[in-house]
């Protein structure tokens, strides 16, 4: 018998119209966005991990200092989101204009970016030395250990 402490909450928002609406410091683990309108959102500081965005629409929706671990964002629009959260490993975009169109990445979460290109075989010999002159060696150094220790 499952108590009602142990049940789990169901956070279906599944294709539902919440446009401008605040959702700010909410624990919203393995919460449903999937098709939902949620244009101008604001996330600021809530729990994202396991959520599913896959087909929402997140245009101008901030996600500062949230958590977005293995958080879904598949054929998601994230046009012109301020994308600056405190965790994305594991994270999932779609790899569409509809999904980096303005999107506005934290200084921490673009530098991830490159180095998650870093991590791929170059298609020529050495241009995986620019990316690490655009980083920095230093942030270069202290990024590669943090990618490491998330493999």
């Not at 909410?26 to 449903?32: E, F, K, S, T």
């Not at 959102?41 to 965005?53: E, K």
């Not at 620019?130 to 493999?151: M, S």
């Amino acid at each position: 018998m499952v108590t009602p402490t142990e049940a789990k909450v169901v956070k279906s928002f599944y294709n539902q119209k919440l446009n401008f609406h605040n959702f700010s410091g909410q624990d919203l683990v393995d919460a449903d966005f999937r098709k939902a309108s949620l244009i101008g959102c604001n996330f600021n500081d809530a729990d994202l991990s396991y959520t599913n965005f896959e087909g929402a629409n997140l245009r101008h929706a901030t996600l500062v200092r949230s958590r977005c671990f293995r958080t879904n964002f598949k054929d998601a629009c994230l046009m012109d989101v301020d994308f600056s959260p405190k965790d994305a490993f594991g994270v999932t975009f779609s790899f569409d204009c509809n999904t980096f169109t303005g999107l506005k990445f934290s200084e921490m979460w673009w530098h991830m970016i490159l180095m998650s290109l870093l991590l791929s075989k170059p298609p020529k010999e050495n241009m995986d030395l620019d990316l690490i002159k655009a980083i920095g060696p230093e942030r270069y150094a202290g990024l590669h250990q943090i990618v490491h220790r998330n493999l």
